[in-house]
């Protein structure tokens, strides 16, 4: 499937028009909903990360986003976490 990308699909050619490129990473999107791996591509891109094209049914402006989210998160759960130590040591 990507690994060939015949059809140029995951990765954008320069200078591509905003439309072709949402239609391209629309259609990568629907190769990586069929694909056995999916789970695993896109915890990798997120972990590398990768910084281009679609990985794991995300496009690189999504895995951004979802690294944002998880980063926030840590932080929020590291502050209860202070907090919480903080009232048990009175
Ligand atoms: S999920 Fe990953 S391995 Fe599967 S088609 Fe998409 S980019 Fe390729």
Redesign the pocket.
Known sequence: ???R?EAGL?FAPSKEPTAARLSREEA??R????????????E??LLQPEPY?????LTAAERRVVLARRRRRDLELKKARTANHIAAAG
Do not use: L, N, S, T
């Open positions: 499937m990507c690994r990308d995951f990568a999107k190769v990586c909903g069929g694909c056995p791996v999916m789970v695993e591509c896109r990798h891109a094209g679609v990985w794991g049914g």
